[in-house]
């Protein structure tokens, strides 16, 4: 019953910075965890990092940490995940993901928004 939909995908230099945005319907987020996942061209599914909607605890994984940080905002039922300091191998397709409150598995996923990052 929830939807989701990345949005702020695109080009940009290393070094550089991009915002992606990740809009909820049918539920407001108040009891999932959100998280963000990306692909690269030939590579498996690979963690980014989540926030705990509950209390707005946040984790990353070490390859992005420092660099990008995830936020929420309640009243616009959005996550945004801010990227500073891009690199080439940050280039991917970027999925926001939900996962309800004590489940194991993230069950609703976006279409994916393109990050593309030249050198």
């Known amino acids: 019953q929830v939807q989701l939909a990345e949005s702020g995908g695109g080009l940009v230099q290393a070094g550089g910075s991009l915002r992606l945005s990740c809009a909820a319907s049918?539920?407001?987020?108040?009891?999932?965890?959100m998280g963000w996942f990306r692909q690269a061209p030939g590579k498996g599914r690979e963690f980014v990092g989540a926030?705990?909607?509950?209390?707005?605890?946040?984790y990353y994984a070490d390859s992005v940490k420092g660099r990008f940080t995830i936020s929420g905002d309640n009243a616009k039922n959005t996550v945004a995940l801010q990227m500073n300091s891009l690199k080439p191998e940050d280039t991917a397709v970027y999925y926001c993901?939900?996962?309800?409150?004590?489940?194991?598995?993230?069950?609703?996923w976006g279409r994916g928004t393109q990050v593309n990052v030249s050198s």
């Open positions: 926030i705990r909607w509950s209390d707005r605890y946040t």
């Open positions: 049918g539920r407001t987020f108040t009891q999932y965890t």
């Open positions: 993901a939900a996962r309800y409150r004590g489940a194991v598995d993230y069950a609703y």
